[in-house]
């Protein structure tokens, strides 16, 4: 994880199983689409999560996929 101008090692990130939060604010509750009524947030074990140090303002999130696909993008912290 780069902090500000530096590289920061913060360890690896943390693994979950939870909910999408994007799925549960799309398709929770009354939310749920009236077309498909099917349609529900499920558990996945696909959300990683790191921890910035305080004062951090961008942070770069690396990935390689199984195949070695690698993407990359920048995060402005608010």
């Known amino acids: 994880m780069w902090s500000g101008w530096k590289m920061v090692s913060r360890g690896k990130m943390e693994q979950r199983v939870d909910l999408d939060p994007w799925?549960?604010?799309l398709y929770?509750?009354?939310?749920?689409?009236?077309?498909?009524k099917w349609?529900?947030?499920?558990l996945t074990d696909h959300l990683?999560?790191?921890?910035?140090?305080p004062g951090t303002k961008e942070v770069?999130?690396?990935?390689t996929d199984r195949f070695g696909n690698r993407y990359e993008e920048k995060?402005?912290?608010?």
């Not at 929770?28 to 498909?36: D, E, Y």
């Not at 995060?75 to 608010?78: A, C, T």
């Open 75 to 78: 995060i402005v912290l608010g």
């Open 23 to 25: 799925a549960a604010e």
């Open 60 to 63: 770069t999130v690396k990935a």
């Open 39 to 42: 349609i529900a947030p499920t």
């Open 48 to 53: 990683f999560f790191a921890y910035p140090a």
């Open 28 to 36: 929770s509750g009354n939310q749920l689409p009236r077309k498909h």
